[in-house]
């Protein structure tokens, strides 16, 4: 080992000692609280390298800082002298706590890119997180809305009356918000991330910056484009954020989930509707007409195949359903 790596482990185990005996319940808000007011070198540095080298997205960084900071709340062994038992013994304890396997899985992927970290940078030789073995993820279909109900909810906005206090631009703005949702298949980060500049009217097209600020374009159809048209020209938009709220700053992600729930209230869907709902919709319907799945792989900016592959799936039940419907000897 470097002398470099010892004196950070020697602070590391400096750190961790000196936080014994001290309990303190991180805020929320606060996502770079580790145990108490003490930081781990070692997290730190790994975390400066996820912002400054991989580009990793404010939420990732508070993700992977929350997955390391609760393995260390309940193993204070250095992370170079942790075996494998240490993660299998902190997996049993997280399934006991009746965790979703999603979320455990989510955690362990924070703590093997750690390791794999340290082997780069550090000279560990063995990477224990490898050995252990994981619960497979539960198979779950993402649900998807049918072309009836999407186009109830889009007309949602202009159906409900209006708020006295709210301006009167602010009904075309959640029209063209769920029309983009729709017509593009954007993540919620990314919807309230753009600005009036990554909309192109005459490419009919939208600029996205996805997971790890990684760019891409999307075709955007003509409904969506006259919908956010007309909201720009009634509510005076011509430069900096897209999507605005009633002071004119950018709208929260939250807010325009809230806006969604809000008008799903006044429709007959039946399930609990999510801005990702319609990005399920919007994959699914696009592979009922015949797109191919690399196609919609790059419209949704997946870095895997594997994972638009389940909408494959959505769709041969949807042509199951239909068969057995319909067919007289199904």
Known sequence: MSGSSSRADRANARAVEGSRGKSSKPSPQDSSTALGTTRDPLTEE???YLANERN?????????RHALTSFRAENKTRWKKCTPDDFRNYL???MKRGQARSYVRLQFSALRTFYQFLAARKRLRHNPVREVQLPKMEKKLPLVLTRQQVDELLTAPTREPKSRSAPSWMPLRDVGIMELFYSSGLRLSELAALDVSDVDPYT???????????????????PALEAIQKYRVTANVHAGPLFINKARRRISARSVWLVLKRYVRRTSIPISMSPHKLRHSFATHMLDRGADLRSVQALLGHASLSTTQIYTHVTVERLKKAYADAHPRA
Do not use: H, I, Q
């Open 56 to 64: 990793a997205s404010p939420r990732t960084l508070k993700a992977y």
């Open 46 to 48: 790994f975390l400066r």
């Open 92 to 94: 049993f304890a997280v």
């Open 204 to 222: 009919e097209s939208v600029r996205v910056f996805g997971k790890g600020r990684k760019e891409r374009v999307c075709p955007v159809g003509l």
